[in-house]
């Protein structure tokens, strides 16, 4: 809930989880994604020597830079994820066959999820948080991946690792650690008490 007083918010992100995450916390906002060459400022920095947390807050940065530049006197929320099994970064599936093969490799090791949002404004970063998650997926059987496959379908194309934490994907796993917010793609907590200085939410 907000008053006349505060500004409004912009997601700069076209994630279907990060959107449903505002809406249900209550959040008033627009979206408008931020397309920026992610492939390639990846590739970038990680020749760089930077890790996956420092690269997700890079993307989620220029992400809500970007937008918050048309929209100056707006809250721009921007946010990455990153997903790195021993060094090897893992971006989102382009089909299903493409997903499968993300799950055969993770499972039945341990992965890290970095996760970091940034608000902008007036085209200058404000506030960042930082996440960092690790998930051991369970050895499960090949019987197992077609059969969750087939039930998740094309909505686990849009996940990093190709699992929904908050569906059927829990059962992939064996253990977690983290929270649960960031690992869908957005550290809901800490974004709030942030939104809550700006009245976008009720204190």
Request: net charge negative; charged share 20%.
């Amino acid at each position: 809930m907000t008053d006349n007083s505060s500004p409004s918010v912009i997601l700069a992100s076209a994630s279907q989880s990060r959107a449903h995450i505002l809406k249900e916390a209550g959040v008033f906002y627009s979206t408008e994604p931020a397309f920026i060459d992610e492939g390639s400022i990846k590739e970038s920095l990680k020749a760089e020597g930077a890790d996956a947390l420092a690269v997700a807050e890079t993307l989620a940065e220029l992400k809500a830079v970007k937008i918050s530049r048309n929209h100056p006197k707006a809250l721009v929320i921007g946010a990455d994820s990153i997903l790195d099994l021993d060094g090897v970064w893992f971006d989102k599936p382009t089909d299903i066959d493409h997903a499968k093969s993300h799950l055969k490799i993770l499972r039945g090791r341990t992965h890290i999820l970095a996760t970091t949002v940034v608000v902008a404004l007036g085209g200058t970063r404000i506030w960042h948080f930082r996440e960092q998650s690790k998930l051991r997926m369970r050895n499960f059987s090949d019987v197992f991946l077609h059969q969750y496959m087939d039930a998740a379908g094309t909505d686990v194309l849009s996940s990093v690792g190709a699992y929904h934490l908050e569906g059927l994907g829990v059962q992939l796993f064996d253990q977690i650690e983290g929270d649960f917010f960031s690992i869908l793609g957005l550290p809901l907590l800490p974004l709030l008490a942030f939104l809550r200085e700006y009245k976008v939410v009720m204190p």
